[in-house]
Every structure is written in C-alpha cells, then in structure tokens.
C-alpha cells in the first residue's frame, strides 16, 4: 500500500475494496471492470468458512476461497492489487498459508500481492471442522511466529523456526518469487500492533482494545460496538506505538504503512449527517455519539469525507482505506480522494 505510514505527510489516499459476492466467473470480471475503471488500488479477499450472527447456520454469510478469487481477480486486471485481511493460520500450517501468496507472488508480482495473516477469532468455524480453538494467548503467540516466519522467508528466502504449535526446519519460500508479496496484519490491540511494527509491511488499524473486550460471544456486533466507539486519538497513540516498535526493531521508519477499513460509509447531505450518524449508532446498540472522530466511519457529502480523510492522514499517517463494495466506491474514487492528491 503506497505511502510511508509517517503522521503529516501528504495526503494521498488508496482505496481498497472487499467483495461481497462470490458468483461465476463472469459475475466476477464485471466487478473487476469496475474497480478497474474507478481508480481501485486493490482488492482483499477475508478468510471464512461461513459466518454467522450467533450460530444460526441457516442464515449463515456465505463467503468464498480467497486464494483461487485473488488468483482470479489479478489474472482479469493488469494493475490491482490482491490479498487477505485476513488468512488464518489457526486451522493449518503458517508455511502453507504461505505458500499461496509465493504462488501469487510469482505469477503476478510481489508489488501486487498482500500477503494478510491472522491469529482466528470465529470459534464456530474451529468447531465446524472438529477443533477446539485455543485460547487467546496461544493464538497471539501462533501469530507472531507466523509473523516472524513469514519476515524470515520473504528477506532470506529460507527459514529455520520453532514456533506455537508448528515448526520449520530449513524451510526455503518457494515458488520463490522475484520480489515478495508484503506482510499485512489487521489488529487494534497493543500486541498486534507491536508485533506489526517489528515484521509487518503494513497494518490495518482494527478499534482499539481500550475500548469495548470482544471476547467470544457475539463478536461481529461487539467489534461494530468498539470500532464506532474508537477515536482517532485512539489510532494516533496506535500509530505511534507502531512507529516505536518499528524504531526498536532497527527498522527504516515509515517501514510499515497503515490503513483503516471504514465499514460505514455514507453519502448524504452535510446537514443530515449528524442524524445518520446517530441512526448508525441505535443499529448497533451504541451510545449516541458524533461520528466525525470515529476513523471507521464517513458520512455527509464528498467535501465533508474529504476533510475528514485528511484530517486522518495527517493526524494518523494512514495511506490506504478499506471499503466494502457497493455503490458508494464509485463515488469515493471519482469525488473524494482525488481531492486529496
């Protein structure tokens, strides 16, 4: 993701969008189409079986393999970019997560490929394929390692690494592409974004663990709850935290880019704003709050969101958002971020 992930640089952001439909082949090439023609940077793919809100399977959120669509996506554009936000490295071997993004690496470019790995947090899916999902330490620490393995094979083409629950022994990263894919973790807590700092490319910036405990029980609507309670102050401290870790790991500064998904996006009307916004927090069962300092959120018209992008780069440092699908891209790519560049 393009920038140098420093508060006060310039402006310019990416956007990067999540598909939210996983039809046929040609379903997919329209959308690719579009993305092209908006101005997309890339597209990542989340890493689910199914999800669910609270255990019903029957009205379960299909998803789709996010290996073979990034395949597919890359093969139908000459220019964006894909990855995962993000692969869990929970339910198998890290160096097998790996080895797809090799693969992807190598027949479309490293510079096109984000390599996005994850700890697990959906206990349903551990469940559905007979596994009991460890605890949350025991994850952390699957996920540094797999961290540090991925750092290992994409620097030195090669790895020996006693990790959490795994092992590699003179492992060497093949296919072995001529420029790897770039690390990409997602996470708000202090760990992750320590762990971020020391081996990561870039980090998406998830609402910070300050606020509202997601736990086990009913996680998709207790991380709406803390992303909409989380401030930009909140990501500041974060970012900062990163820069301190990347500074201790004797790494170039500005080594590691950031971004936030923003999951509320809204055009309207500057005057209606506000009433959006309170609307966005009663659905889900937040207090009412101004959103105008949640990083997660954009509402009003395009100069409003331009305004409120600009203010997040500047304070933040953030090179990149994630939006999901939808209508509103179009209009983001062709009103707002051009206005910042």
């Known amino acids: 993701m393009a920038g140098d992930g420093a508060a006060g640089r310039g402006a310019r952001i990416d956007c990067y969008v999540i598909p939210n439909r996983f039809g046929a082949m040609g379903e997919l090439a329209d959308d690719v189409a579009r993305w092209d023609r908006a101005g997309v940077r890339g597209v990542l793919f989340d890493d689910h079986l199914f999800l669910t809100h609270g255990g019903d399977r029957s009205t379960m959120i299909e998803r789709g393999d996010p290996f073979v669509l990034a395949a ?9 970019e ?12 890290p160096a097998l997560v790996l080895r797809h993004f090799a693969q992807l690496a190598t027949l479309y470019g490293g510079g096109r490929v984000l390599a996005g790995i994850g700890a697990g947090w959906n206990a349903e899916e551990f469940g559905a394929l007979g596994l009991e999902m460890p605890d949350h330490a025991t994850r952390a620490r699957r996920l540094l390692d797999a961290a540090r393995l991925a750092r290992e094979l994409f620097d030195e083409g090669v790895a020996t690494l006693e990790g959490t629950g795994f092992a590699v022994h003179d492992l060497p990263f093949t296919p072995a592409p001529a420029t790897p894919p770039r690390l990409l973790l997602g996470g708000g807590s202090d760990f992750v974004v320590d762990v971020a700092g020391r081996y990561a490319d870039h980090l998406d910036l998830n609402g910070s663990s300050r606020r509202l405990p997601l736990g086990r029980v009913e996680l998709l609507k207790r991380d709406v709850l803390r992303r909409l309670t989380t401030t930009v102050d909140d990501l500041v401290d974060s970012a900062a935290r990163v820069a301190d870790a990347t500074r201790g790991a004797g790494r170039r500064a500005g080594a590691v880019t950031l971004s936030v998904l923003a999951s509320h996006v809204l055009f309207c009307a500057d005057g209606e704003a506000a009433a959006r916004e309170e609307e966005m927090c009663r659905a889900a069962g ?8 949640c ?42 971020l051009p206005t910042l560049r």
């Open 72 to 80: 597919a996506v890359a093969a139908s554009s000459g220019r964006l």
């Open 82 to 93: 894909v990855g995962t936000i993000v692969a869990n490295i929970g339910l198998q071997h």
């Open 286 to 293: 937040a207090p009412s709050l101004p959103l105008d300092e």
């Open 295 to 336: 990083p997660y959120v954009l509402v009003g018209s395009p100069g409003r969101m331009a305004r409120l992008l600009d203010e997040r780069a500047q304070r933040i440092g953030i090179s990149a958002i994630i939006v999901p699908d939808g209508e509103h891209v179009e209009r983001l790519c062709a009103e707002v």
